[in-house]
Antibody, heavy 122, light 112 residues
Framework: EVQLVESGGGLVQPGGSLRLSCAAS????????MHWVRQVPGKGLVWVSR????????TYADSVKGRFTISRDNAKNTLYLQMNSLRAEDTAVYYC???????????????WGQGTMVIVSS | DIVMTQSPDSLAVSLGERATINCKSS????????????LAWYQQKPGQPPKLLIY???TRESGVPDRFSGSGSGTDFTLTISSLQAEDVALYHC????????FGQGTKLEIK
């Protein structure tokens, strides 16, 4: 079964850090671009970041640029999001998502994890 | 960034009736070189992650019932559910992937 499972969310104070993980299974993880997308509960989806298959290319939304770092370990089939200098407005459910194609990038997402909640509050 | 605007924000439709959700982009998402519209639709049920329904504006994802269809081109798109079933109650999102991905605000679909 193709699956993505996020972990690492929780409550953190403003200015703090958190590292999210996304464990992939059931497909050739190393062949796909991967993404992080977040959602304030009950609100719309917001794309956060993407990384290519060999980690040579990363891109971020302006709202997180310079604070968040996306990375991956293809040997462990795991995607990461290091979040530093967290703000209240970063509070959301964070989803990892697989790009639609394994040949090139589309920025459409065909597989999503269940999400992990991040709450930034004092 | 391209702004995606969905209408309506919420919609109540009787079982078996047609449901139509609209999505408008602030600029064209039609790529001239391949004639593809970089537009996707997702369904999100309460407590669940989004599920891809439609991509390239009208290509149904594998396993998606054929009562779901996507249409439109350029800046105006529509998701149609031909005969609403109880399990279709959800939040529906459109998304453009022509440039930095952006989503619409979502449309809540309920049973009348």
């Amino acid at each position: 079964e193709v699956q993505l499972v996020e972990s690492g969310g929780g409550l953190v104070q403003p200015g703090g850090s958190l590292r999210l993980s996304c464990a992939a299974s059931g497909f050739t993880f190393s062949s796909y671009w991967m993404h992080w997308v977040r959602q304030v509960p009950g609100k719309g989806l917001v794309w956060v970041s993407r990384i290519n298959s060999d980690e040579s290319s990363t891109t971020y939304a302006d709202s997180v640029k310079g604070r968040f770092t996306i990375s991956r370990d293809n040997a462990k089939n795991t995607l990461y999001l290091q979040m530093n200098s967290l703000r209240a407005e970063d509070t959301a459910v964070y989803y990892c998502a697989r790009d639609l194609y394994n040949s090139g990038r589309t920025d459409a997402f065909d597989i999503w994890g269940q999400g992990t909640m991040v709450i930034v509050s004092s | 960034d391209i702004v995606m605007t969905q209408s309506p924000d919420s919609l109540a439709v009787s079982l078996g009736e047609r449901a139509t959700i609209n999505c408008k982009s602030s600029q064209s998402v039609l790529y001239s070189s391949n004639k593809k519209n970089y537009l996707a639709w997702y369904q999100q049920k309460p407590g669940q992650p989004p599920k891809l329904l439609i991509y390239w504006a009208s290509t149904r994802e594998s396993g998606v019932p054929d009562r779901f269809s996507g249409s439109g081109s350029g800046t105006d798109f529509t998701l149609t559910i031909s005969s609403l079933q109880a399990e279709d109650v959800a939040l529906y999102h459109c998304q453009q992937y022509y440039s930095t991905p952006t989503f619409g605000q979502g449309t809540k679909l309920e049973i009348k």
